[in-house]
């Protein structure tokens, strides 16, 4: 049977509040323990193999210690989709240096289970890529525990901090880097899953907006299904773009594998810019240009935040500043050069 904190105090001569204090650090300001009574505890515990009863004290707490990572639309974590890979590496180096878990919830929002939210398993969530509906929104305001969200731009939802690429100006830096090369067709290609997103709908307008800034043509949001044989077309004249920019990495390299396959060269058919700038890019053929999304350092100061929430840590004795923007730069490589034909009229 296992050993209580009862056993132990009966063991070592004391009180339970004592035990407490010691091994489990309550049982209140007013109890003191002796060294050598602290050592008779502890002693008493290795003899019995005590073992704290951590659902009891978070009971006692109201804390678990668990904060709920949550995924709208969950994909799996490798080399191929290394946003992942940078998120959960920002969200743990902020959560263990703290005491804290990490729970994955990958289907809490899909499957409805809003309830989820405040039922005591987590201290807190971190929202990553949502897209909303009216349910939704009304459990968000009637969480008990602290919200936060990633990849959603400030003030989408009244009351809840938010943490986000500066996605106008990603887009303004990329439209006016294709128009140096000389590219006027160009369009925004995106997924059927994340086209639904706050965070694909603010970068889609974000470069709609960018485009008529650049004065250029009016723009294509093209959404790629997963045959990618629409392709075919920028191998022939007169193709309808001749520069892709993707909604992130994984979809940009998924368009130059289909590329490939489908014979369109890049960059000299048409150039492609993901969206991230992960270690991935530097691995795809050819090398992907791509927005430097700083999503580690994002991850980690939005679970920063949301811990401070947690803790309802004193603002003013603990200054946090809370920068929900973050400025991308963009990586240029090989995958993006000049419009078909500028070639050979500037030879």
Not at 47 to 73: C, D, G, I, K, M
Not at 112 to 128: H, K
Not at 170 to 194: N, Q, T, W
Not at 220 to 249: G, K, M, W
Request: contains cysteine; charged residues 20%.
């Amino acid at each position: 049977m296992r050993a209580t904190l009862k056993d132990v105090a009966e063991a070592a001569g004391v009180s339970p509040m004592a035990v407490s204090v010691v091994l489990n650090g309550t049982g209140g300001q007013k109890v003191t323990v002796s060294p050598d009574k602290a050592k008779l505890i502890r002693q008493a515990a290795l003899e019995l193999r005590y073992r704290p009863n951590h659902l009891a004290q978070s009971l006692r707490s109201q804390r678990t210690n668990q904060v709920a990572v949550v995924f709208q639309h969950f994909s799996d974590i490798g080399p191929q989709n290394p946003y992942h890979i940078q998120l959960l590496g920002g969200v743990t180096s902020a959560l263990f240096k703290r005491g804290y878990a990490m729970t994955l919830c990958p289907k809490m929002i899909v499957d409805g289970d809003y309830a989820s939210f405040s039922d005591g398993r987590f201290d807190g969530i971190l929202w990553c890529r949502p897209d909303f509906n009216d349910v939704s929104l009304e459990a968000i305001r009637q969480s008990h525990i602290p919200i936060v969200m990633m990849h959603v731009p400030p003030g989408t939802v009244p009351g809840v901090p938010t943490f986000c690429a500066d996605n106008e100006g990603a887009m303004r830096r990329v439209v006016e880097y294709l128009k140096s090369l000389g590219h006027e067709k160009i369009a925004f290609v995106i997924d059927p899953v994340s086209i639904r997103s706050v965070e694909g709908q603010a970068r889609s307008q974000a470069f709609i907006s960018s485009m008529a800034r650049a004065e250029l043509p009016t723009p294509d949001i093209v959404v790629f299904e997963q045959d990618h044989s629409v392709l075919l077309r920028y191998a022939e004249p007169n193709a309808p773009h001749t520069a892709l920019v993707c909604f992130s990495d994984e979809l940009a390299g998924f368009v130059l594998k289909s590329c490939k396959a489908y014979g369109v060269e890049v960059p000299k058919h048409v150039s492609v810019v993901g969206f991230d700038s992960s270690p991935f890019c530097d691995n795809t053929q050819p090398p992907l240009t791509s927005v430097n999304q700083p999503v580690r350092q994002i991850a980690e100061a939005a679970t920063n935040h949301l811990l401070s929430l947690v803790e309802q840590t004193d603002s003013a004795a603990n200054p946090l500043p809370l920068i929900s923007l973050y400025d991308c730069s963009l990586d240029v490589r090989e995958s993006t050069g000049p419009p078909p034909g500028s070639q050979d009229s500037d030879a």
